[in-house]
């Protein structure tokens, strides 16, 4: 049984959800999805409110797959003549063919077609691509995305493809045979990197590519990336072992060579910060890199911790000073195993600022809270969940049967869910509009649930059966 809440009630069609704070069409309706047990069908639900109306005014379900490795979301683009909001939905199955050991991209086509009380949802296959990667169970497949591209791979390819969403051409990534991909992660201003290398290996390596697909940089060790919506789980999959090292080059840069910049117009948007760990997961290293009008290469680089395990890291979003020619972020990282048992959970909270000239980025990470938070942590690198909204930081671990929301203006705790008989969480997940979802129950178990919250950090639905959502910067990865 689902419930829409309004108010900590249920609704109907006369009832409103809170909306959020934007003009887009289609900001107060989300698209929660689901999948079968053996990851071959996913379903999609479209829920929210309108000016006339609210409660869930679509759904279906997209396959069958050999196997869903990842899925994401597009840009949406918005004709407001039409009244439709149009994105794509990328579908990654990694045991296609006939020996189920093929990748293929399957890009279907969503449009809502909005009203003031109704929202009429149609989700069509596109385009079907099959990659030249290696797939097969128990294969891990990576996904991430800027606006202009696509970035894929699986833990049995040394190669990742780069594929154009305009018009679906492949390219290929060379890694560094024999050295399998890893991870791939993205940042909000386009920046991708590549991973090769998994955790304790001896060798690792890594590939920043700029928000126009070029190379801006290679080097030794595993690195990632963070997002303001969805934490990197450390330990699940992106996590990064290898100390920071001096990038080597195939495309390496010094200060008369450009890095590619992002076509924004924020101050920071042609720098990217890159972070690895080291094998014990108690320090974080991190690294400021890209190009300026007057220079290009690596601004500033340091250390986080120690901690008794990171289990999860995330970026907030971004505050310019232009006055002052600053760029202020928080950078939160949640240590699952504090405390002298190592079953705490405790939030670091680090305001990183950025100084910007037209040749310079002088960098600072200082420690500015460390909230205790009331979950059960422990050394298991599966525990920790971690996603956000503007307002709200949402967190929990599958040892606890409760989740918090954490304010980012005041730090304030409250805590979320609590089913009975309890079921653990399994997964936070956040989409673009400032909606979350949290799961408890595994997608694969007999019993579970789900709790909706809204961009002001109110529930505004909850149900039966384990849901995501999904974002346009990294997939969900759903584990072999």
């Known amino acids: 049984m689902t419930t829409l809440i309004c108010a900590g009630l249920s609704y109907g069609q006369e009832g409103s959800v809170p909306t959020a704070p934007a003009a887009v069409i289609d900001a107060t309706v989300y698209t929660r999805y689901n999948t079968d047990i053996a990851h071959t069908t ?51 199955d990694y045991k296609s063919g006939p020996n189920q050991n093929e990748v293929v991209l399957y890009v279907y086509t969503k449009v809502d077609t909005i009203t003031t009380d109704s929202d009429t949802v149609t989700i069509t296959l596109s385009q079907t691509i099959s990659l030249p990667l ?44 024999p050295i399998n991909l890893f991870a791939i992660t993205a940042n ?57 090292e001096v990038p080597r080059s195939r495309r390496g840069y010094n200060q008369k060579d ?81 405390g002298t048992d190592q079953t705490g959970v405790t939030l670091y909270v680090y305001t990183k600022v950025d100084t910007i000239t037209t040749d310079s980025d002088t960098v600072t990470i200082t420690l500015s809270q460390t909230i ?38 005041t730090f304030s705790v409250t805590q979320l869910g609590g089913f009975t008989p309890p079921i653990n969480v399994f997964g936070i997940f956040g989409d673009e509009y400032g909606y979350v979802t949290l799961s408890f129950g595994s997608f694969r178990g007999s019993r579970n649930q789900f709790i909706v919250v809204g961009p002001t950090g109110s529930t505004v639905e909850n149900g039966d059966v384990a849901q995501f959502m999904l974002n346009t910067v990294n997939a969900v990865l759903l584990n072999p």
């Open 42 to 92: 996913v379903n999609w639900n479209v829920c929210g409110s309108l000016p006339g109306s609210s409660g869930c005014y679509g759904s279906g379900s997209l396959g069958p797959f050999g196997q869903i490795g990842a899925l994401l979301e597009g840009e949406p683009k918005t004709d407001r003549i039409a009244n439709t909001v149009t994105r794509a939905i990328y579908v990654l």
């Open 134 to 177: 290696v797939g097969d169970f128990p294969a891990q497949t990576s996904m991430a995305a800027n606006k202009q591209f696509l970035y894929i791979g699986t833990d049995l390819s040394p190669n990742a493809v780069q594929v154009d969403k305009r018009n679906f051409s492949v390219t290929q990534i060379v890694g560094f045979p």
């Open 188 to 244: 909000p201003y386009g920046y991708v990197t590549l991973s090769f290398g998994s955790f304790g290996s001896p060798s690792t390596d890594f590939i920043v590519v700029g928000p126009d697909g070029s190379t801006a940089e290679d080097g030794g060790g595993s690195q990632f990336m963070l997002n303001t919506l969805q934490a990197v789980k450390v330990g699940n999959h992106a996590g990064i072992t290898t100390p920071l």
């Open 258 to 338: 450009r890095v590619p910049a992002a076509p924004a117009a924020a101050l920071d948007a042609g720098l990217y910060a890159k972070y690895n760990m080291d094998s014990a997961h108690t320090t974080v290293n991190w690294s400021v890199c890209g190009s300026l009008p007057g220079s290009s290469g690596c601004y500033g680089s340091g250390s986080l911790g120690p901690f008794g395990r990171v289990g999860a890291l995330m970026e907030g979003e971004p505050k310019t000073n232009r006055n002052a020619q600053t760029v202020t972020r928080a950078i939160y990282v949640l240590d699952t195993a504090s």
């Open 372 to 409: 205790s938070l009331p979950l059960v942590g422990g050394t298991n690198p599966h525990s920790a969940q971690m996603a956000a909204n503007k307002q709200f930081l949402f967190i929990g671990t599958d040892q606890s049967p409760s989740a918090v929301q954490v304010s980012k203006r």
